[in-house]
């Protein structure tokens, strides 16, 4: 008899987690409260990014963390009465990011994103999604020469290093790329090697259409109903309680919701973040990122998506307009923006740990439960990846990459019941 699995949660963590299962021979479910892909991996800026080997660090420098303290600037900001609640949490994030750490962090975080071209690429071919992605790649630009200067500099060491691939444009060749943008720009990184998506959701609607031709069931239930059955599990769905031997939770940012019931106490926040689409008419010939001012323009099937950096806050906190206000000031320096598509912004939430690197393993304390989530900044490019690598282990295989950077019992008492 075919070996069993639910899988919790329908981004494209779970949906991806769910196909690798099912090419396994495993009889799959997938239990999503609503439409897989609607959340998270719906808003996004639809990157797939090969260049990522550095996960996000918590600033160190002191002009920086003024700023950021101040909220002078676009690309961090924060929900001052959630803070309290937030900061232990981020003053492990901060430990973590000091670079006798951090290093060890962008050992493990390369090892997957190495994968993540090839790993999409297999679902992309799989699923007939290849008219939804560009592979160009995409230009980090910057209005400030000092900016520029760290930006090239840094771009020369992830080469050497890493072998990621980049140009170095200036001021005229970006103008030349780029005659949309009205602003004469420091330069650019054009980053080649990443591919861009016109319609994030839609490549996750792709992967699970993938999934249920290949056998694969999606059912809408509510992950919070998840409890042992016998040797294994059993969680409650609109076509009746469903059980199998070994079930994943991939809930993303509301992994928690679950983990807590269940008596863990991991140390997981989010970073929230916005987008808005605008009915902008031009042509840019790759997506492109203004990091030092927070604000992404991306070229998407609903219009110019404009989305925000960090927000520190809770995730059931309200929207707040101040981000994507600032972002919309700022790209409209850059392009003419039009009107907004949207009434409101989407707002979403990326699931962080606090040593940036993601849980993907075996629940300390219970049998037959795994862990797949925490992808931060970079799940929408690692789901592909991190699901072959939790897949695998399910069925008890050699694993492909060394898992040990992810285990969740990394986090000592935190993760045992
Ligand atoms: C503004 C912004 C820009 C970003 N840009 C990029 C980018 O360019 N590239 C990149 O790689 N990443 C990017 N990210 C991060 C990326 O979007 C996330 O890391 C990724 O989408 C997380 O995927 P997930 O499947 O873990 O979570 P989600 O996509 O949120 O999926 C979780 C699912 O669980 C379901 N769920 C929740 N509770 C329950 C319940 N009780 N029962 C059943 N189902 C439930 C939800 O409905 C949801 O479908 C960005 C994030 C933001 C906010």
């Known amino acids: 008899m075919a070996q069993s699995a639910l899988v919790l949660g329908g981004g494209m963590v779970g949906v991806c987690t769910a196909w690798h299962l099912r090419e396994r021979g495993y009889d799959v479910t997938l239990v999503e409260r609503g439409t897989p892909g609607r959340e998270t991996s719906y808003g996004n800026a639809g990157l797939i990014q090969r260049e990522a080997v550095e996960p ?3 600033p160190h420098d002191v002009l920086k963390l003024a700023q950021v303290a101040l909220q002078r600037g676009n690309d961090v900001s924060y929900r001052l009465r959630d803070l309290l609640t937030v900061a232990p949490k981020l003053a492990q994030y901060w430990w973590n990011s000091f670079p006798s750490r951090y290093q060890g962090v962008v050992t493990g975080y390369e090892a997957l994103i190495r994968h993540c071209l090839s790993e999409h690429d297999r679902m992309i071919s799989a699923s007939g999604a290849d008219n939804l992605i560009s592979r160009q790649g995409w230009k980090q630009i910057f209005r400030t020469q000092k900016g520029f200067d760290a930006g090239a500099a840094r771009s020369r060491l992830l080469t050497r290093e890493f072998g990621i691939e980049s140009r170095i444009l200036d001021p005229a060749g970006l103008a030349r790329e780029e005659p949309a943008l009205k602003r004469t720009m420091a330069g650019a990184v054009h980053w080649t090697s990443p591919y861009s998506v016109s319609d994030p959701g839609g490549l996750v609607d792709r992967y699970a259409a993938l999934l249920t031709a290949s056998g694969g069931r999606i059912l809408k239930g509510d992950a919070r109903s998840l409890r042992p059955d016998g040797a294994g599990w059993c969680v409650d769905t609109r076509e009746g309680t469903i059980s199998a031997e070994q079930a994943v939770i991939t809930l993303g940012p509301w992994s928690d919701v679950v983990t807590r019931m269940l ?19 031009g042509t840019l010939n790759t997506p492109m990122i203004d990091t030092e001012a927070g604000v992404a323009m991306l070229p998407m099937a609903l219009g110019l998506r404009v989305t925000t950096g960090a927000e520190f806050a809770l995730r059931d906190a309200p929207l707040s307009m101040r981000q994507i206000d600032g972002s919309e000031r700022l790209a409209r320096e850059m392009l003419d923006l039009g009107a907004p598509v949207e009434a409101r912004p989407w707002l979403g939430s990326r699931p962080c740990t606090v040593d940036m690197l993601p849980l993907v393993g075996q629940a300390p304390s219970h049998r037959g439960l795994w862990f797949h989530f925490g992808h931060a900044h970079q799940g ?6 991190t699901a072959r690598l939790c897949a695998g282990m399910m069925n ?13 019992s990394r986090f000592g008492r935190a993760a045992q019941v």
């Open 56 to 58: 996000y660090a918590f």
């Open 396 to 408: 008890g295989e050699a694993p492909y990459i060394d898992p040990s950077p992810y285990r969740p």
């Open 263 to 281: 008596g863990y106490r991991l140390p997981l926040f989010v970073k929230r973040g916005y987008h808005r689409h605008f009915g902008w008419q």
């Open 380 to 385: 929408f490019t690692l789901g592909p990846a």
